[in-house]
């Protein structure tokens, strides 16, 4: 019923930077809170930033200051702009958004995009 596509990623040297999108499709009545996680190999995934529907924003304290997300409600895409990247910033980043389906009631429901791999090397 909804699709979470990403792109964007790909390799970048230490100090580059890098802009990710996601765009959700389908019967897509509302979206609440849209965030982006990341998996490195060998650890779990974890939150790197979300940003609710009212614009507020949550980033985990390794990317604060660095890293940048925003969402665009007509477009149904959120971005996550990296700036300053080091090599441990490489991983997986997934895209993920709480949507309420049209016509299914007001409970959201979580979502992932497929993932996209970022590098960061020289």
């Known amino acids: 019923q909804v699709q979470l596509v990403e792109s964007g990623g790909g390799l970048v040297q230490p100090g580059g930077s890098l802009r990710l999108s996601c765009a959700a499709s389908?019967?897509?009545?509302?979206?609440?809170?849209m965030g982006w996680y990341r998996q490195a190999p060998g650890n779990q995934r974890e939150l790197v930033a979300t940003?609710?529907?009212?614009?507020?924003?949550n980033y985990a304290d390794s990317v604060k200051g660095r890293f940048t997300i925003s969402r665009d409600d007509r477009k149904n895409t959120v971005y996550l702009q990296m700036n300053s990247l080091k090599a441990e910033d490489t991983a997986v980043y997934y895209c993920n958004a709480a949507v309420i389906i049209r016509g299914a009631g007001l409970r959201a429901n979580d979502y992932w995009g497929q993932g996209t791999q970022v590098t960061v090397s020289s």
């Open positions: 389908g019967s897509i009545y509302a979206i609440n809170a």
């Open positions: 940003v609710a529907r009212d614009g507020n924003t």
